[in-house]
């Protein structure tokens, strides 16, 4: 699947900032769908993932209680809602997605077959 995430930007210290995910060729439904990170120097950092009929999230530690995922599979799109952003937040984001049969969701980056390209959010201070 051709992943494209969009949405990226710079914003200050306290701010919010939503991602956005679709496939350019496939019904995301069939996916369980992810969001990545990597800041420079640093290794990739799961974000959020969330199951293929959405009703099953789950969130990397430093992002709990300020990020969320979403997904609309009615429009093909992932969404990754982010407030109260911080000077650390800053790195490049990914989409990530994996087929599955089951409601699971996956947060090592190893089990995801395909992945976007990628948008750079920066946090200002």
């Known amino acids: 699947v051709q992943l494209q995430a969009s949405g990226g930007g710079l914003v200050q210290v306290g701010g919010s900032l939503s991602l956005s995910c679709t496939a350019s060729?496939?019904?995301?439904?069939?996916?369980?769908m992810g969001w990545f990170r990597q800041a420079p120097g640093k290794e990739r950092e799961f974000v959020a993932t969330?199951?293929?009929?959405?009703?099953?999230?789950a969130l990397g530690g430093s992002v709990k209680g300020r990020f969320t995922i979403s997904r609309d599979n009615a429009k093909n799109m992932v969404y990754l809602q982010m407030t109260s952003l911080k000077p650390d937040d800053t790195a490049v984001y990914y989409c990530?997605?994996?087929?599955?049969?089951?409601?699971?969701?996956?947060?090592?980056?190893?089990?995801?077959?395909?992945w976007g390209q990628g948008t750079q959010v920066t946090v200002s201070s």
């Open positions: 990530a997605a994996r087929g599955s049969v089951t409601g699971a969701y996956y947060s090592e980056e190893s089990e995801y077959s395909d």
């Open positions: 060729n496939s019904l995301i439904s069939h996916y369980v």
């Open positions: 969330i199951s293929r009929a959405g009703t099953r999230t």
